[in-house]
């Protein structure tokens, strides 16, 4: 997880794939460093944060509003 322009980076921060359109990846793969421990709640909280992103992109791209 990082920078786009990090060449050592799969997903960003928002867990979107770098380089490829509308495919997020919610596991415990992206985090930048091994945990020493289980990984259960980790991987939980970055399942809840990406579908937190989802809603929020799709309640945006719903919203006749938004430009």
Known sequence: MGAA???ASVVDAQCRVI?????RVADSL????ILN????APSIMIGEKASDH???FGILLSDPAQP
């Open 5 to 7: 322009d990090d060449i």
């Open 19 to 23: 380089g490829v359109d509308r495919l």
């Open 30 to 33: 992206i985090f930048p460093t």
């Open 37 to 40: 421990g289980n990984l259960n």
């Open 54 to 56: 989802i809603l929020v």
